[in-house]
């Protein structure tokens, strides 16, 4: 089975400034590892991903994440943020291999990042 | 990836009622699930919703409470039975496109039980 923690459950910082949040996993197993972010009474939306390949991982509003085997991590970062980018960030995994598990999203508790003016 | 609608999107029920909540996707999908995210916390899997069989539920969930359709390949359906406060909720449904890794999330259904 897998677990995921994430070390922070909320981070405020003032715009312009950077930001990390912080995921930790564990598993028997390979797995996916997901940034997932929900903005105030919206929906799930998928943030990053990383399936294979580059450990290094970029979305298209300037966050990445890198997938740090031998710590267990996936750490979420962005070099400045907007105020826009207020929202419940949840880091998320799932296995590769097969079995029950198969498919299946195991969530972090959340970090809730609050970008100030 | 595949668009996903829910229904209701919120509800304010009494306790003891039960609500349906139906999840449509624009296209066919071979992995489908519920999910519960309660106030303050973290998303929860109730069930894998399998097409045409029982669905496959979580540990702490069962048949009775919260029993699922999947009729086909692109709808399936969560009842919440016999509601109470400790029911109130946002149920995601999510689906999982055939060859791919990313699981897409709906809305969510906000559900309000007094």
């Known amino acids: 089975a897998q677990s995921v923690t994430q070390l922070d459950s909320q981070v405020p910082v003032f715009e312009e400034a950077p930001v990390e949040l912080r995921c930790n996993y564990s598993s028997s197993v390979s797995v996916y590892l997901f940034w997932y972010v929900q903005y105030p009474n919206q929906g799930l939306q998928l943030l990053l991903k990383y399936l294979s390949g580059s450990t290094l991982v970029e979305s298209i509003n300037g966050f990445e994440a890198e997938f740090n085997k031998s710590q267990t991590s996936f750490h979420l970062r962005k070099p400045s943020v907007h105020i826009s980018d207020t929202a419940e960030y949840f880091c998320?995994?799932?296995?590769?291999?097969?079995?029950?598990?198969?498919?299946?999203?195991?969530f972090g508790q959340g970090t809730i990042l609050t970008v100030h003016p | 990836s595949a668009v996903i609608s829910q229904k209701p999107s919120r509800d304010i029920c009494q306790r003891g009622t039960s609500l349906t909540i139906q999840c449509q996707v624009d296209?066919?999908?071979?992995?489908m699930f519920w999910y519960r995210q309660q106030p303050g916390q973290s998303l929860t899997l109730i069930a894998t919703?399998?097409?045409?069989?029982?669905?496959?539920?979580e540990s702490g969930f069962v048949i009775d409470k919260f029993p699922i359709s999947r009729p086909n390949l692109t709808f399936s359906t969560l009842t919440v039975s016999n509601m109470s406060p400790e029911d109130s909720s946002i149920y995601l449904c999510s689906a999982r496109d055939s060859g791919a890794n990313v699981l897409t999330f709906g809305a969510g259904s906000r559900l309000t039980v007094l």
């Open positions: 998320a995994v799932s296995t590769n291999a097969g079995g029950t598990s198969y498919g299946k999203l195991t």
């Open positions: 919703a399998n097409q045409g069989s029982e669905a496959t539920y």
């Open positions: 296209s066919q999908v071979t992995m």
